[in-house]
C-alpha cells in the first residue's frame, strides 16, 4: 500500500501526526509562513512542519499530539494553555478519519497510561486490533476505569488484581471482546 504524500499544501486535511515538542530557544527566529484562524503558527520546511501553538489534541479535522520535552510519554497531557512548538517530518502524518479502523490502543502499565496511534506508526506490530475513532474512544474508557479503580472486579475471584487487571487489558487490546464479555468469561 502506498502511502500519501503530506506536503504544506494538505497536512492540515483529515490527518493524525505526532509532533516532537521544539525548546523555543533553540529556533528563536522562526519564521511563520502561515497563521491560522484559530491563531496557530506554522513554518514550513523541505522535510516538515513547525506548529507553534496553545491548543493540541483534535485540530480541526485533525488529531495532533503533541510529544512533550520534559514528558516522552505519548500520552502525556499538554497543557493548551500556553504556547508551545512543535515539530513533524512530512512522513509523520497518517490519514485520519472516523470510519476506517485507523487507530490501535497502547498501554503503559508503569504508569497506568493508556492512548491511541495509527496503524501506520512504524511500531505497530500488528497484535493489537484496529478500531475507528468511535470505538477507541470507548475502549480506552474501559481501560481507564480498570487501571484506575477496583469496582470493575467485583464478584471475580481472583488471587492478585494486578495480573487479572494487566490480563483483562491485554484481552481488550487485542480482541474485539468487550470487558462485559471478558468478565462473563471469568465468572464461569
Request: glycine content about 4%; hydrophobic content about 30%.
Amino acid at each position: 500500500m502506498t502511502l500519501k504524500k503530506y506536503n504544506k499544501t494538505n497536512f492540515h486535511k483529515h490527518t493524525f501526526c505526532e509532533f516532537t515538542e521544539v525548546d523555543a530557544t533553540l529556533i528563536p527566529n522562526i519564521d511563520r509562513h502561515f497563521k491560522s484562524k484559530s491563531g496557530s503558527g506554522y513554518c514550513f520546511t523541505d522535510k516538515g512542519v513547525y506548529r507553534i501553538s496553545n491548543h493540541w489534541g483534535r485540530a480541526a479535522n485533525c488529531r495532533w499530539r503533541l510529544i512533550s520535552k520534559t514528558n516522552s510519554d505519548s500520552s502525556s497531557k499538554v497543557n493548551n494553555g500556553q504556547s508551545r512548538i512543535g515539530y513533524a517530518n512530512w512522513t509523520n502524518f497518517y490519514p485520519n478519519n472516523e470510519i476506517e479502523n485507523l487507530f490501535y490502543i497502547e498501554v503503559n502499565f508503569e504508569i497506568n497510561n493508556v492512548t491511541f496511534q495509527h496503524k501506520f506508526n512504524p511500531n505497530y506490530d500488528g497484535k493489537a486490533v484496529l478500531r475507528n475513532a468511535s470505538e477507541t474512544a470507548k475502549v480506552i474508557r474501559q481501560i481507564k476505569e480498570i487501571l484506575e479503580s477496583d469496582t470493575w472486579a467485583k464478584y471475580l475471584d481472583f488471587d492478585d488484581l494486578e495480573q487479572l487487571r494487566k490480563e483483562i487489558i491485554l484481552q481488550l487490546i487485542t480482541t474485539n471482546k468487550s470487558l462485559q464479555i471478558l468478565k462473563k468469561e471469568l465468572l464461569k
